[in-house]
């Protein structure tokens, strides 16, 4: 590595310095066409035995990553103890792959459970298409991830992890606030953040590290929750547009690391 590379791989997680530009504020600074369709929420995600982020010699190897870590991979940041997240959208879509000796990965996005009535199940319980190619049910939980001053992000689950979203709806919809007159109320999804952390899990399909998912504090204890408030407003806004989306792209380089596809 030369030293100029070295320097760069060094500063690159360094926060910029503010000094010299803050001249710019309220002026033209290069973002003038920059829209929300322009941009793609990361994706949270554990890393498994066979992520790249662990594989040595694979692009997106971190020396630093380790087996259970949940890590941000559009921005290459670990959080090993966990997050906070504050769900702001629940989506479901039925992702189309194709079989993981192809090494082709994702081939479609289906918004609607209509792709299921093309499909046959296989030996496993899998929904296949006439083409071969199967379908994967998975649930997208977009939200702000705390950990990382309420970055947004979006973390998706399928197959055994379907469970896990369930939980965190279950828990959501489970909440009861009291009106002044007396009567009880649902409130929104972002109500209450929620602490996520990895815990190991296994079938006779295999093992691997899964999502855990308790209550966290109300969006209310939070020192700036007017103004994160009035953000989650927006992009919940958005996302029902569709004008932002999760990096779903990004899966490919992990699909077929845990039960053909389905821990992500």
Same mark, same amino acid.
């Given at each position: 590595?030369?030293?100029?590379?070295?320097?760069?791989?060094?500063?690159?997680?360094?926060?910029?310095?503010?000094?010299?530009?803050?001249?710019?504020? #309220?002026? &033209?600074?290069?973002?003038?066409?920059?829209?929300?369709?322009?941009?793609?929420?990361?994706?949270?995600?554990?890393?498994?035995?066979?992520?790249?982020?662990?594989?040595?010699?694979?692009?997106?190897?971190?020396?630093?990553?380790?087996?259970?870590?949940?890590?941000?991979?559009?921005?290459?940041? /670990?959080?090993?103890?966990?997050?906070?997240?504050?769900?702001?959208?629940?989506? @479901?879509?039925?992702?189309?792959?194709?079989? /993981?000796?192809?090494?082709?990965?994702?081939?479609?996005?289906?918004?609607?459970?209509?792709?299921?009535?093309?499909?046959?199940?296989?030996?496993?319980?899998?929904?296949?298409?006439?083409?071969?190619?199967?379908?994967?049910?998975?649930?997208?939980?977009?939200?702000?991830?705390?950990?990382?001053?309420?970055? @947004?992000?979006?973390?998706?689950?399928?197959?055994?992890?379907?469970?896990?979203?369930? /939980?965190?709806?279950?828990?959501?919809?489970?909440?009861?606030?009291?009106?002044?007159?007396?009567?009880?109320?649902?409130?929104?999804?972002?109500?209450?953040?929620?602490?996520?952390?990895?815990? &190991?899990?296994?079938?006779?399909? #295999?093992?691997?590290?899964?999502?855990?998912?308790?209550?966290?504090?109300?969006?209310?204890?939070?020192?700036?929750? @007017?103004?994160?408030?009035?953000?989650?407003?927006?992009?919940?806004?958005?996302?029902?547009?569709?004008?932002?989306?999760?990096?779903?792209?990004?899966?490919?380089?992990?699909?077929?690391?845990?039960?053909?596809?389905?821990?992500?």
């Amino acid at each position: 590595m030369t030293k100029e590379l070295a320097k760069a791989e060094q500063a690159k997680n360094l926060p910029a310095a503010s000094a010299d530009f803050s001249a710019f504020d #309220g002026l &033209p600074s290069g973002y003038e066409n920059v829209t929300a369709r322009d941009l793609l929420i990361p994706r949270l995600t554990i890393l498994q035995g066979l992520s790249p982020q662990v594989t040595r010699g694979q692009p997106e190897y971190d020396e630093e990553a380790k087996v259970g870590d949940i890590y941000d991979v559009g921005l290459q940041q /670990r959080f090993p103890d966990g997050i906070i997240f504050i769900p702001v959208y629940y989506q @479901k879509q039925w992702l189309e792959w194709a079989p /993981r000796s192809s090494g082709k990965g994702l081939q479609g996005i289906h918004d609607t459970d209509a792709i299921l009535q093309q499909c046959e199940k296989d030996e496993k319980g899998k929904d296949v298409l006439p083409n071969g190619n199967y379908i994967s049910e998975t649930a997208q939980l977009y939200g702000l991830n705390a950990s990382a001053d309420f970055r @947004k992000s979006f973390i998706p689950m399928a197959s055994t992890q379907l469970k896990k979203a369930r /939980r965190l709806l279950t828990l959501a919809t489970s909440e009861k606030l009291t009106r002044d007159d007396g009567s009880q109320f649902t409130p929104p999804l972002f109500y209450r953040s929620y602490v996520m952390t990895s815990v &190991p899990e296994s079938n006779n399909e #295999g093992n691997w590290m899964g999502w855990k998912i308790e209550r966290g504090a109300p969006l209310t204890e939070f020192d700036n929750w @007017k103004q994160l408030l009035n953000d989650i407003k927006e992009f919940r806004e958005s996302l029902a547009e569709g004008t932002v989306k999760g990096d779903i792209a990004s899966m490919e380089r992990e699909a077929g690391t845990i039960i053909d596809h389905d821990v992500m």
